[in-house]
């Protein structure tokens, strides 16, 4: 079956500053989708991706599905963006999800 | 209004009990889903069902059984609880592609 990674798995950063999370997939992709967990362990869906870029106030995100990689761009990082970050491929009714990049943002 | 919605938040047990968890969506949605979330937050899907009927069953103990009176509610039943089931369950439903999580159920076996 596919396999998802992400990159970093963990990453500190000062509040204001800019990052780029990275999630490969081992097949093509079809339907990405990207997840914010909070530290309350809220799961939202922050894109469906499946090609091309999209926006959403300080987050975008890109995937290039001929290159089997997505990208999710944050913005001026707040406390509020810590928490985790998943990506993940709908294969046959399931999600096979990536294990996260985990963030921190310091005030 | 709540979305997903799960109960109970918190679940606290004995080991060889039988506990259950209730899942409903508002949002008129045909997919329902269990994830399972273990301590290193790796997410891993038990069951999703379409229109009442299971459509996903994954290598989970068949002491876990997923059931849906209607298309609205998925409850998840577990026989004879173990250790190993401590874990945060998640409730999530789907028309299309795009999912929709419950808050979260954090099941801990004593």
């Known amino acids: 079956g596919i396999q998802v990674e992400q990159s970093p798995p963990d990453l500190i950063l000062q509040e204001g500053a800019n990052s780029t999370l990275r999630c490969n997939f081992s097949d093509s992709v079809n339907n990405l989708q990207w997840f914010h967990q909070n530290p309350w362990g809220q799961l939202i869906n922050l894109f469906y991706i499946p090609s091309g870029t999209k926006q959403n106030g300080r987050l975008s995100a890109t995937t290039v599905a001929t290159e089997r990689y997505s990208l999710l761009y944050i913005s001026s990082s707040q406390t509020t963006d810590s928490g985790v970050y998943f990506c993940a491929e709908d294969s046959n009714y399931q999600l096979i999800w990536g294990a996260g990049t985990k963030l921190i943002i310091k005030p | 209004d709540t979305a997903v919605s799960q109960t109970p938040k918190y679940l606290v047990t004995q080991m060889g009990n039988d506990k259950s968890i209730k899942c409903e969506q508002n949002?008129?949605?045909?997919?329902m889903y269990w994830y399972k979330q273990d301590s290193k937050k790796f997410l891993k899907i038990m069951f999703s069902y379409n229109n009442k009927e299971l459509i996903i069953n994954e290598t989970v103990p068949n002491r876990f059984s997923p059931k849906s009176p209607d298309k609205a509610h998925l409850n998840l039943h577990i026989n004879s609880l173990e250790l190993g089931d401590s874990a945060v369950y998640f409730c999530?439903?789907?028309?299309?592609?795009?999912?929709?999580f419950g808050p979260g159920t954090r099941l801990t076996v004593l």
């Open positions: 949002l008129g949605h045909d997919t």
């Open positions: 999530a439903s789907s028309q299309g592609v795009t999912q929709y």
